[in-house]
T-cell receptor, first 122, second 117 residues
Framework: GAVVSQHPSWVICKSGTSVKIECRSLDFQATTMFWYRQFPKQSLMLMATSNEGSKATYEQGVEKDKFLINHASLTLSTLTVTSAHPEDSSFYIC??????????????????FGPGTRLTVT | AQKVTQAQTEISVVEKEDVTLDCVYETRDTTYYLFWYKQPPSGELVFLIRRNSFDEQNEISGRYSWNFQKSTSSFNFTITASQVVDSAVYFCALLTMFSGGYNKLIFGAGTRLAVHP
């Protein structure tokens, strides 16, 4: 249980184009999802917190207009990198929180991670 | 403030050696969770262990063991008889329950472990 998928697993796009990354919780409802970015040889940095049916909360320094987040359902959040540039090339990882985990024996508020999406902007 | 420190940036060992990865955390909350994740070259985070702040019992799982000491705010991870497949980046993370916001998971910088044959 507690499986999170991401699509695509890798993507190459040209500078100036937009790319959408999907994050899905496959076997639980996730009212909250998180988006992280990881540069080579660095740690995961939280970009934003996505709540179903409301606007995302962005971390300081993350451009809202550049990284559009939509959490339209309890199992899907999307991250759209708009007008991508080479400096946006990174590994993007999402996680989903099982808010009702305690009813299924899981730790409440624990995050389950997707496999990541490697974005390369040329 | 919440913070996780993994002072060891890289560790290199020879197969079958024991290795300990250090993790020191800071939080004012009394209720929190600590995690260890493994990130192999593929990039996917692999969950290793979760420990809550009220459970200081050490844990052993095969060749892995964890030492949680609240007195020193440390949650160290030991791999016994290391193997080449243990080569990865290991992250320690802190999840606090009542610091407001959305219970953010705070990661340490990670320790890159290289196990050589």
């Amino acid at each position: 249980g507690a499986v999170v998928s991401q699509h695509p697993s890798w993507v190459i796009c040209k500078s100036g184009t937009s790319v959408k990354i999907e994050c899905r919780s496959l076997d639980f409802q996730a009212t909250t999802m998180f988006w992280y970015r990881q540069f080579p040889k660095q740690s995961l940095m939280l970009m934003a917190t996505s709540n179903e049916g409301s606007k995302a909360t962005y971390e300081q320094g993350v451009e809202k207009d550049k990284f559009l987040i939509n959490h339209a359902s309890l199992t899907l959040s999307t991250l759209t990198v708009t007008s991508a540039h080479p400096e946006d090339s990174s590994f993007y990882i999402c996680s989903a929180r099982d808010q009702y985990g305690y009813t299924s024996g899981r730790t409440p508020y624990e995050q389950y991670f997707g496999p990541g999406t490697r974005l390369t902007v040329t | 403030a919440q913070k996780v420190t993994q002072a060891q940036t890289e560790i290199s060992v020879v197969e079958k050696e024991d290795v300990t990865l250090d993790c020191v955390y800071e939080t004012r909350d009394t209720t929190y969770y600590l995690f260890w994740y493994k990130q192999p070259p593929s990039g996917e985070l692999v969950f290793l262990i979760r420990r809550n702040s009220f459970d200081e019992q050490n844990e052993i799982s095969g060749r892995y063991s964890w030492n949680f000491q609240k007195s020193t705010s440390s949650f160290n991870f030991t791999i016994t008889a290391s193997q080449v497949v243990d080569s990865a980046v290991y992250f320690c993370a802190l999840l606090t329950m009542f610091s407001g916001g959305y219970n953010k998971l705070i990661f340490g910088a990670g320790t890159r472990l290289a196990v050589h044959p």
